[in-house]
């Protein structure tokens, strides 16, 4: 199944009017960006999910975004926004990777640039991720930079799938999808979840309408995938 990631939720009521839809991660920026949130105001939001899953809906997981956080950073914003999961999008070492699970109980997703994977760089690709093998929960493959609303060459894609699969977690890929490449990608590329933000966004604002579209077209294909 693959999973669907909306990401730089900024506000409650938006929060409620997606949450009927099969989405299974909400992701709140805590790094610099238009879409940053504070502690407080993720807290507001994930007690409205908390809510439902106490009273026994299906909600999905909440992730928070981070770029070289600071120990004290991630203390502070698990102490009034309890996430399901730390999505990590910096140099983060391996080590810091462990510490932040152990130290919080959280999932660890980490996030990598994509890079030229051709059979010259097997190798190369081995030694930037090998040191991550079970200190993490997923890998998030990006354009570099990140948060550009631009594609990367999705040839690259198998080559991280691969060593994902290797390594028992799931492979996710953002960086420019949006509801008109989605179902190209996931039906051309293995993969296991998508990652949205910008591309379900009007004039830099969260749009209901889009967020439907992406998440049917995601789930509409998987569904003729496996019928």
Not at 93 to 112: A, I
Not at 131 to 152: E, N, R, S, V
Request: aromatic share 6%; net charge negative; charged share 25%.
């Amino acid at each position: 199944m693959t999973t669907v990631k909306i990401c730089g939720l900024k506000d409650k009521a938006t929060v409620e009017a997606i949450l009927h839809l099969p989405i299974d991660h909400i992701g709140f920026l805590f790094a610099k960006s238009k879409r940053q949130v504070t502690p407080g105001e993720a807290g507001e939001m994930i007690r409205v999910i908390h809510e439902r899953r106490a009273a026994g809906q299906p909600v999905p997981l909440t992730v928070g975004v981070f770029v070289d956080p600071s120990r004290e950073l991630l203390a502070e914003v698990m102490r009034e926004a309890p996430l399901d999961a730390v999505q990590l999008h910096g140099s983060e070492s391996p080590d810091f990777c462990r510490w932040v699970k152990m130290t919080f109980g959280v999932l660890v997703y980490r996030v990598f640039s994509a890079m030229d994977t051709g059979p010259d760089q097997a190798g190369e690709l081995g030694d930037v991720l090998d040191p991550y093998a079970g200190q993490i929960d997923g890998l998030l493959l990006d354009t570099a930079g990140g948060g550009t609303g631009k594609t990367f060459e999705w040839n690259r894609i198998p080559a991280y799938h691969a060593w994902a699969v290797r390594n028992r977690i799931p492979l996710l890929v953002a960086g420019g999808l949006h509801p008109d490449n989605v179902a190209g990608l996931i039906g051309s590329y293995p993969l296991d979840g998508v990652d949205v933000s910008s591309g379900v966004e009007t004039d830099g604002t969260k749009d209901i309408a889009k967020i439907t579209t992406f998440v049917e077209r995601v789930k509409r294909h998987e569904s003729h995938a496996s019928a």
